[in-house]
């Protein structure tokens, strides 16, 4: 089936490692995004991407970094620099990569705790 | 910065009532949209309404936007327990930034 699926869903950290949360793809989609959310609140975008080899900043980006070196693939990287990384994060793709954003597929999410 | 503030932040109806959100925003958009989520999941996406677009039908969800206003609603008609989540509109900005901006949702409870 199609879909976006993330890994791991539950993740526990120490204070001062990186880690990396995966997200894969296989609706051939061109644009793909990474969101926070915090408890009761909505989603913060962190980065986003509309095609390989190229992706751009949100509006919480400082302390997490990005790749994207296939299509089907955008990994996310949390490092120590991210001083409260505690958070449900979210992947999602869109078709297409010029214009406005249309409708996003989300992928169940990985919960990241730091001890 | 949360470009929508949804209204109210949570509601507690009556299986059968119908369930009304309401969504601002602060810059011109090129879309709006509603998304659920179900507690500890992923996003679904339910309606997507163009900034020419005044009103939008999907079964038992209606959807209005006002543009002189910068406000949406979501409406959704003789609720079940079912729909019990959390509902979020989101806005594509007319800045050329291809991604969309969520708000912080509506918190919805449907009593059996």
């Known amino acids: 089936d199609g879909g976006i699926t993330q890994s791991p869903k539950y993740l526990f950290r120490k204070e001062g490692q990186n880690v990396t949360l995966s997200c894969e793809q296989n609706?051939?989609?061109?644009?793909m995004y990474w969101y926070r959310q915090d408890p009761g609140q909505g989603l913060r975008l962190i980065y986003y991407?509309?095609?390989?080899?190229?992706?751009q900043k949100g509006d919480i980006a400082e302390g997490y970094s990005v790749s994207r070196e296939k299509k089907e693939s955008f990994p996310l990287t949390v490092t120590s620099a991210q001083k409260n990384p505690t958070a449900f994060y979210l992947c999602?793709?869109?078709?297409?990569?010029?214009?406005?954003?249309?409708?996003?597929?989300f992928g169940e999410g990985s919960r990241l705790t730091v001890l | 910065s949360q470009q929508g503030e949804e209204d109210p932040q949570a509601l507690s109806i009556q299986e059968g009532e119908n369930a009304t959100m309401n969504c601002s925003y602060k810059?011109?958009?090129?879309?709006l949209q509603w998304y659920r989520q179900n507690s500890g999941r992923g996003l679904v996406h339910l309606i997507l309404?163009?900034?020419?677009?005044r009103e939008k039908h999907s079964g038992r969800l209606r959807v209005t936007l006002d543009t002189s206003k910068k406000s949406s609603s979501l409406l959704i008609t003789a609720s079940r327990a079912a729909d019990t989540a959390s509902y979020f509109c989101?806005?594509?900005?007319?800045?050329?930034?291809?991604?969309?901006?969520f708000g912080s949702g509506t918190r919805l409870q449907v009593q059996p």
């Open positions: 999602a793709s869109s078709m297409g990569w010029g214009g406005p954003a249309g409708e996003l597929f």
């Open positions: 609706l051939n989609h061109d644009a």
């Open positions: 991407s509309q095609i390989v080899n190229d992706f």
């Open positions: 810059t011109s958009i090129n879309n």
């Open positions: 309404i163009r900034s020419n677009e």
């Open positions: 989101a806005s594509n900005r007319d800045t050329g930034r291809r991604a969309l901006t």
